[in-house]
């Protein structure tokens, strides 16, 4: 069974301050792992995904991730937060068969002015 | 514009009545899915589908009971709704083929039963 543990269900970055949300996940098999922003009473828009071709991913506005295989994990980076990136973020792992996401519980990012 | 819809985007009713939470895409998707999440809470899946005429449960069991009669259109049914439905509802889509691929998700249906 796969499953996926976000670490901090609240995080608080200043604007222009580094932001990193963890991920770790479990799988049995090479992990399709997701992550997922969700604007207030908003459906869940990609950020980015890894699918095995490189284990630094880049997606939109300016967050990336890096998997590492030996710690089981996929955080989330962004250099410098924006007012804008306030939401939920949502680390996701994927099963081939049938095309199933398991999600984690989400982190909600707060950014101070 | 390829996208995904959701109607309505909020529902208020009183228990025992039928309720049916509307999806449709127009990306040309042949697998769509249903999500439930309560506030500040994980998505868990309950509803997905391969294709019309495919249904199947998610991962929580859930009251509700979909249909895929139309490639686009994959509508959520509560039958008697009861307080504890009280919850978004999201439903997404996406291409069939090799590995996993990106789900895209709708605005939701935020439904709150009296």
């Known amino acids: 069974a796969q499953s996926v543990t976000q670490l901090g269900s609240h995080v608080s970055v200043s604007e222009g301050a580094l932001v990193l949300l963890r991920c770790n996940y479990s799988s049995s098999v090479p992990p399709y792992l997701f992550w997922y922003v969700q604007y207030p009473n908003q459906g869940l828009q990609l950020l980015l995904k890894y699918t095995s071709a490189a284990t630094l991913v880049k997606g939109i506005n300016g967050f990336e991730a890096e998997f590492k295989k030996s710690e089981t994990s996929f955080h989330l980076t962004k250099p410098s937060a924006h007012m804008s990136d306030a939401a939920e973020y949502f680390c996701?792992?994927?099963?081939?068969?049938?095309?199933?996401?398991?999600f984690g519980g989400g982190t909600r990012v707060l950014v101070k002015p | 514009e390829a996208d995904i819809y959701q109607t309505p985007r909020y529902l208020v009713i009183g228990t025992g009545k039928k309720i049916t939470l509307e999806c449709s895409q127009t990306?040309?998707?042949?697998?769509m899915y249903w999500y439930q999440q309560d506030p500040g809470m994980e998505l868990h899946l309950i509803h997905y589908?391969?294709?019309?005429?495919?249904?199947e449960k998610g991962d929580l069991s859930s009251e509700s009971t979909v249909s895929r009669i139309r490639t686009e259109h994959f509508p959520l049914t509560l039958e008697s709704a009861r307080p504890s439905h009280t919850s978004q509802y999201l439903c997404a889509s996406s291409e069939s083929g090799r590995g996993v691929n990106e789900q895209f998700f709708g605005p939701g249906t935020r439904l709150t039963v009296l």
């Open positions: 589908s391969y294709g019309v005429n495919s249904t």
């Open positions: 996701a792992v994927g099963k081939a068969a049938g095309n199933k996401l398991t």
């Open positions: 990306m040309g998707h042949d697998k």
